[in-house]
């Protein structure tokens, strides 16, 4: 790492006086940012309370939303940037110099929301007067006025004051748009709870001119306080209406449900359901049980009238007459038939003494039949009796069917009109008490913030913090040092290692060359090593091929270097050939072609490396298309323009 930064400390010294002066400039040439700030209690508002079982629940539940959240989203909210705009002129730019403000050059200022976006020039002439001119988007003369006169431009309204000592001559007034200056206000206003547990709520907003940013807060919490109370006093309000109009509804539908049920009672004659379906059931029960008697009877006398013509005595006919219920109860008839008997036997004695035309038992006979024309008549009259009261209870017995037929329908109705005049008299009252709630809310909504904190500027401007911003600064500097040695390091594609050359060429780096290729310095001991390295301890080799990968110069600078190390080593060497080899410059070797051709003769190469000139993809190529065409590289030579190179090679 120390010898990265050697190597590349004047690239991280660059940029480290890039940033760290960047940011000196910014801290001492941006103009001072002031914060205004306030405090507010959002007391909780008036309960709402539901008309339903579930109230409780969905309150619980959270589903109409955490009301300190919808304040918050309050004071967001588009209405209240544009009352703050409005209240502070936001859409108004004083441009002068440092340390002059709007309320130090005028004494009041107001927008509409007509404001487009240009600039203006304000002069304060020697004879006291201000002109306004407007610069963009086109010039032309606005207005002349004394001091302490309104001067309107671009949908503005400036009472400016008279000119002073110290105070500039001329400054520039921009107006922006009004939906942009609604949009910048929403952005600054900040607010912030104090803790989750309290309803503290901190607002702040910050501006280049301190009174600017103090009017905007104070219009922040009056602005507030206003939506709040109007978002509270429209909602009371809007539900007091519609519990009216339900009320209403509902009082209206309660007085038509209970009409209907006493239609449906009086034409129905139900009183008491319950008991009048019982007693209605027992009648036909009663009815059935005595048109079931009647109807026995009915057949037991059509019976005995049919035997009656069948027998032959008056006393047998009716004998069985006097069995009757009916006629148990009646001793008459009892009397006659004992009568008739008695009648009957008195005639058997009578006819066993006397002959059949005797005055004694004609007149038994008479009285015998006289007997049983009274109880025929009797028995005939009680056998209609019976066939009418037959016909009767039948038709009470089907008008009580039919009766207990309706009745189920009659129940079902009543039951459900009933049961609707329930539903209708607990809805009307529920309704009644929240109308009642939320009169009382209504009466009892207000705006209960409570300014703990009123809106002021801090006791110096929030930005710029000159110590803590050089410190970051600095170390923000020293961190982009840092990275842009690692970045021009990592994108420099020149060769500047040994290992490098070693990996790329796959042979050693046998030399190193100081100096430039027109004037290169090679010492005569590094150019008889390099010539040994390529003989390899034997005997000199008739040619000696020194390649460049990219100039040419650099190569041909080498090979006269290396010639001149092969003459006097030649000469030091006893027994050996006093003929130097040939030492053959190789073009460029960019194509497979020149590779080829330095290849050709079968002899040692030596590739000449320029250090921090030759690329790494290039020095590669050319090793690869050497390998390619049969080339034998016997090592390479690294070419420093300075000492310092040279030992940064190694390094």
Request: hydrophobic share 50%; proline share 6%.
């Amino acid at each position: 790492a120390w010898r990265l930064v050697r190597r590349r400390w004047a690239t991280g010294a660059a940029a480290f006086l890039l940033v760290a002066g960047a940011a000196a400039a910014l801290l001492f040439l941006s103009r001072p940012v002031y914060r205004a700030e306030a405090r507010l209690r959002l007391g909780e508002p008036p309960p709402a309370s539901g008309i339903a079982p579930g109230g409780g629940l969905l309150a619980l539940m959270r589903m109409g939303g955490d009301p300190f959240a919808n304040d918050v989203e309050l004071i967001r909210s588009r209405t209240l940037a544009e009352g703050v705009v409005a209240d502070a002129a936001l859409h108004l730019v004083l441009e002068a110099p440092r340390g002059w403000h709007w309320d130090s050059v005028a004494f009041s200022r107001a927008a509409g929301r007509d404001t487009r976006a240009a600039r203006f020039a304000v002069e304060w002439r020697a004879d006291g007067r201000i002109a306004v001119h407007q610069t963009a988007p086109r010039r032309r003369p606005v207005a002349v006025a004394a001091p302490g006169e309104p001067v309107s431009f671009g949908g503005a309204a400036v009472v400016f004051r008279p000119w002073r000592p110290g105070m500039p001559r001329a400054v520039a007034v921009r107006t922006v748009p009004w939906g942009e200056a609604v949009r910048r206000t929403r952005a600054r206003i900040r607010t912030e709870r104090a803790r989750r547990e309290a309803n503290i709520l901190d607002i702040s907003f910050d501006h280049t001119d301190p009174g600017v940013a103090r009017a905007a807060a104070a219009a922040v919490v009056r602005r507030f306080v206003e939506l709040r109370s109007a978002v509270q006093r429209r909602e009371s309000g809007e539900t007091v209406d519609s519990l009216r109009r339900v009320a209403d509804r509902t009082r209206a539908e309660l007085a038509a449900a209970e009409a209907a049920l006493a239609a449906l009672q009086r034409g129905g004659r139900i009183v008491a359901p319950e008991e009048q379906s019982a007693a209605l059931a027992e009648r036909y029960a009663a009815a059935a049980a005595e048109l079931e008697r009647a109807r026995a009877e009915r057949a037991t006398m059509a019976a005995l009238l049919a035997r009656a013509g069948e027998a032959a005595a008056p006393a047998e006919r009716w004998s069985g007459l006097a069995a009757f219920p009916r006629f148990l109860e009646n001793p008459t008839v009892a009397g006659l038939v004992s009568r008739l008997t008695q009648l009957q036997a008195q005639r058997s004695e009578l006819a066993a003494r006397r002959a059949e035309t005797s005055r004694a038992l004609a007149v038994v006979d008479e009285q015998i039949a006289e007997l049983d024309a009274s109880l025929h008549a009797l028995a005939r009259a009680y056998h209609d009796a019976l066939e009418e009261e037959v016909r009767s209870l039948e038709a009470r017995v089907a008008e009580l069917d039919a009766a207990l037929r309706r009745l189920p329908d009659r129940l079902v109705e009543l039951g459900r009109r009933q049961r609707a005049l329930r539903i209708l008299s607990e809805v009307l009252v529920l309704t009644e008490q929240r109308l009642r709630q939320e009169e009382l809310r209504e009466a009892l909504t207000f705006s209960n913030v409570q300014v703990i904190d009123p809106p002021a500027l801090r006791d110096r401007p929030v930005w710029p913090r000159k110590k803590l911003g050089l410190a970051v600064g600095l170390l923000l500097a020293a961190v982009c040092g840092l990275v842009a040695i690692a970045a021009a390091e990592r994108a420099d594609p020149s060769v500047r290692g040994a290992d490098e050359v070693r990996a790329l060429v796959g042979a050693p780096v046998l030399a190193v060359a100081v100096g430039r290729p027109k004037a290169l310095a090679l010492a005569p001991d590094d150019a008889r090593a390099v010539l040994r390295s390529a003989w390899n301890g034997g005997p000199a080799p008739p040619r000696l091929v020194v390649a460049a990968a990219e100039d040419g110069e650099s190569a041909r600078a080498v090979a006269r270097a290396l010639g001149a190390g092969a003459t006097a080593d030649a000469d030091a060497r006893p027994g050996a050939d006093p003929a130097a080899p040939a030492i053959l410059v190789a073009p460029r070797l960019d194509r497979f072609a020149a590779a080829a051709t330095a290849a050709a003769d079968r002899a040692p190469i030596v590739l000449v490396v320029e250090y921090g000139r030759t690329r790494r993809d290039t020095l590669g190529r050319a090793a690869g298309l050497l390998r390619e065409a049969g080339g034998q590289v016997a090592g390479a030579v690294v070419i420093c323009r300075s000492a310092r190179d040279a030992e940064r090679l190694w390094s």
